[in-house]
């Protein structure tokens, strides 16, 4: 730049003369060609053109310190040659009328020539300072590398991490059934007991003498059945042999009647004798049919006998099972397998019905889990989650899923599937998978945010567009959106300042077509 300012100097201008109207009146004066002040304008121009394309080279580059510089080195060509033109206009105005009027006509046209290349270059270097407004050539031929992957349908998950408590699957406070006394407490806090064993025993003799009083009267229903059965069937005996007897008789006596009857007919009895044996036949008759009445009378009443009979068995061997259910519940036992926590009775003590014995918690492990509402719904039983406690991780199914919240969380509970355990009270980390959103995911860097308004810039055919997007939910570095298909070409880092319609290139496509080499960065930034 210093070159091009001391080669724009002009020459030292010729001695005065003593006399300039004599000069000026002498021929030799008028025949002579100020040939020095022709070069001074020239030179001026010649100045400002380079200074104007060392501006505008430097305008076109891509780097911020080259555009800045050219620009700033142009402004500074652009003054450095005005100022020479001024100057070689100054001192024309010390020579002949019609040299100041050539002078002042190429000063000025200098000075005009080396501003308009300043301005140009100020332009293009400010073209590139953040935040200016880029003009319809800067849009329509840069080209602004950008990196761009597919978006693709798909359900948006992520890890959640919740404390979790380890707690008994059951617990509950056994009861006494009935009254008493203890006579026994046979285990202690802390013990294992299988179920239906046997923890606390009591004494009742009202129990006792009840269980005694309903063996005995079963006892009696019992010797009443056997007394009925044997009654009706002996009965039955003599009633059968009396039917038999009398069918007998019954026969005999018809035999006898037919005889005489013919003996009758050959006149070798008499009518009378014929009369008397049918009147022997209907008394047989009748006897026979009052057996068959007695014999079915035993069989009715035989049999109504020991119907009763059995059912005074039957309601004393209910009270003799109730007696002893009374009676079993002086024992107290456990419900079900698992460990003793607490006893509330000591031997010698006098429990009232319903009074609470000991406290026992069943072996089946579970974890205790508050989940988020929106996210309990996909945590269905079975399934699969995890459990840290410490350093060893256990896996878990989960059991039950009320659904519905309690102060803003869903109580989960979820089962061990595994034989290794931790401790009753543990608390570690219960991990699952939660279902964040469905939709078409992009990374999460792509979005762009204009007020309340998302987008993101798509690549098709070498040219940016501005699409705008719903966001549907966001996990790690994806988000799920609706707005775009899926296979869009995604610009995954969008260039600050890249505009709807921009010209761009991806790492593995060309630029569009007809765009000049060069121009501003990525983004319109210096």
């Not at 009591?202 to 003498?209: A, M």
């Not at 998978?433 to 007020?451: E, I, R």
């Amino acid at each position: 730049m210093e070159q091009v300012s001391k080669s724009g100097t002009p020459p030292p201008p010729p001695p005065r003369r003593a006399n300039a109207h004599a000069d000026a009146a002498s021929p030799a004066a008028r025949r002579s060609f100020p040939w020095g002040w022709l070069f001074v304008p020239l030179l001026l121009g010649g100045a400002g053109f380079v200074g104007y394309r060392l501006g505008t080279s430097d305008s076109g580059s891509s780097g911020t310190s080259r555009t800045g510089s050219g620009g700033f080195g142009a402004g500074q060509t652009g003054a450095a040659q005005t100022g020479t033109g001024q100057s070689g206009a100054a001192r024309t105005g010390s020579g002949a009328s019609a040299s100041r009027s050539t002078a002042s006509e190429a000063g000025s046209g200098t000075a005009r020539g080396t501003g308009s290349a300043t301005g140009s270059a100020t332009r293009s270097g400010a073209g590139g300072q953040p935040g200016a407004a880029p003009s319809a050539a800067a849009t329509s031929g840069v080209v602004t590398p950008v990196q761009v992957t597919a978006a693709t349908s798909g359900t948006l998950s992520t890890p959640r991490t919740l404390t979790g408590t380890v707690a008994a699957a059951q617990t509950t406070t056994v009861t006494a059934r009935t009254s008493g006394t203890v006579t026994g407490v046979l285990a202690s806090v802390g013990a294992a007991v299988k179920a239906g064993q046997t923890v606390v025993t009591l004494s009742n003799t009202d129990l006792n003498s009840a269980v005694q009083s309903a063996q005995n009267a079963l006892d009696s229903a019992q010797v009443q059945l056997r007394g009925q059965q044997s009654s009706t069937v002996g009965a039955r005996a003599g009633l059968q042999a009396q039917v038999t007897a009398a069918q007998l008789s019954l026969t005999n006596a018809q035999a006898t009647l037919s005889s005489q009857q013919q003996l009758l007919a050959i006149g070798a009895v008499a009518r009378s004798e014929v009369t008397a044996q049918q009147a022997a036949v209907a008394a047989a008759q009748t006897t026979l049919t009052t057996a068959r009445a007695n014999l079915a009378e035993n069989e009715r009443s035989g049999a109504q006998g020991v119907t009763e009979a059995q059912l005074s068995v039957q309601r004393a061997q209910l009270t003799l099972t109730q007696a002893r259910a009374a009676a079993d519940a002086a024992r107290v036992t456990a419900p079900f397998a698992g460990q003793i926590t607490a006893l509330n009775v000591a031997p010698g003590e006098y429990l009232t019905a319903n009074g609470e014995t000991f406290t026992l918690v069943s072996n089946q492990r579970q974890v205790n889990v508050n989940v988020p509402a929106t996210e309990a719904a996909s945590l269905t039983p079975g399934t699969v989650l995890s459990f840290t406690s410490g350093s060893v991780k256990y896996p878990l199914k989960v059991a039950q899923n009320p659904g519905a919240p309690t102060g803003g969380s869903v109580p989960l509970v979820a089962r061990f599937t595994g034989e290794s355990i931790p401790a009753l009270g543990s608390v570690g980390s219960v991990v699952y998978t939660a279902k964040v959103a469905s939709g078409v995911l992009v990374p999460s860097t792509a979005l762009q945010a204009d007020g309340d308004q998302t987008y993101v810039f798509t690549v098709s055919g070498s040219k940016a567009s501005l699409s705008r997007v719903t966001v549907l939910g966001q996990a790690g570095t994806q988000s799920a959106v609706s707005g775009i298909p899926s296979g869009a070409q995604v610009v995954t880092q969008p260039p600050t300042g890249l505009l709807d319609g921009a010209n761009v290139s991806t790492a593995s496509g060309a630029a569009s077509s007809g765009a000049p080499a060069g121009g501003p960065p990525p983004g319109g930034q210096p």
